[in-house]
């Protein structure tokens, strides 16, 4: 559980990964660990391919945000520049997780669907 005296400098986040079929898991986010590596060290398998923030393989949703004041595209920094997103999907909450960094404790939808609604290739858009 992380401590509760704001955002600012806390050592990990809850994000909470959720599937099409209902299923979910926690994960314990450090600062400066993308949510990617974070599933990965959990040994939890999650889809990539570049982890460079050039596809969209690893792309997942924030859906939610523990923090009713915190918008869900607020939720994620990304280490780099998202290029596989333009800044629609951002504002839409969408976040690379190769590279995404959590500034908030919050709930990402994953799976093929989330994937499906940027389309086949973010080069084409
Ligand atoms: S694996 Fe390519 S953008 Fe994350």
């Known amino acids: 559980m992380n401590d509760s005296s704001g955002d600012a400098g806390r050592e990990e986040y809850d994000v909470t990964l959720e599937w099409p079929d209902g299923r979910s898991r926690t994960l314990d986010v450090r600062s400066r660990e993308s949510v990617l590596n974070a599933a990965l060290r959990e040994g939890l398998r999650l889809p990539y391919d570049c ?3 050039t596809c969209t393989t690893c792309v997942g949703r924030v859906v939610a945000v523990a923090d009713d004041a915190v918008d869900p595209a ?3 920094d990304h280490r780099r520049a998202p290029r596989a997103l333009d800044p629609d999907d951002l504002a839409d909450g969408y976040a690379l997780l190769c590279i995404a960094l959590p500034r908030a404790d919050c709930r990402v ?9 940027l389309g086949d290739s973010p080069w084409g858009r």
């Open 51 to 53: 982890r460079k923030g």
């Open 74 to 76: 607020s939720a994620m």
């Open 109 to 117: 939808a994953v799976g093929p669907t989330v994937r499906s609604e």
